[in-house]
């Protein structure tokens, strides 16, 4: 780790140090069912859960 301990700097497996691929999403990005917006990822249904978001796109028919 490094000394901020948020991420790790290099990393070893089998003997070999490799530098660590490091993926950050920025938060606009991240879509949230009940925040009012039917974005692409979401879905209508009858629920709210991982198939489908009633909140934000309502029901399907």
Do not use: H
């Not at 993926?23 to 925040?35: F, P, Q, S």
């Amino acid at each position: 780790m490094d000394a901020s301990k948020t991420f790790y700097e290099s990393c070893t497996w089998n003997g070999l140090t490799y530098r660590p691929l490091t993926t950050r999403m920025d938060k606009r990005n991240l879509y949230k069912c009940g925040d009012g917006i039917c974005q692409p990822t979401e879905v209508c249904g009858e629920k709210n859960d991982s198939l489908s978001c009633k909140d934000d796109c309502g029901t399907c028919g």
